[in-house]
């Protein structure tokens, strides 16, 4: 799985705008854009556990039980996950789609994520 630096820049700056967006009070562009971080930070344990719990908080700002339910599972598995070098390419981390389901990654990423 690629670690380079240019992933982890471009993981940063989605990480930074979903914060923007959240802290306007943006909560579907902030979820858009911690899909997006998602997808950059399956490799890095920390990073990808951090979009399911940014993920978690905007489930629960929106009373949205699935997503948090949803989440409380993927911080339990997914930094496990990236630490062994097990994670899904492409998956978005949200609720609405398996945890452990492969997705097509967005074509501006692609090359990051190779």
Known sequence: MNRSP?????YDAEAQAARAALEAGDLDGAFARLERAHVLGQPWAAPH??????MLRIGWRRRDGREVA???LRLALGGVFSWVGWVPAGNTGGANVSPIRP????????????
């Open 6 to 10: 240019e992933r982890r820049a471009a």
């Open 49 to 54: 556990s951090w979009t399911h719990w940014m």
């Open 70 to 72: 949803g989440q409380l």
């Open 103 to 114: 997705m097509p990654i967005p074509t501006d990423l692609a090359d990051l994520c190779r």
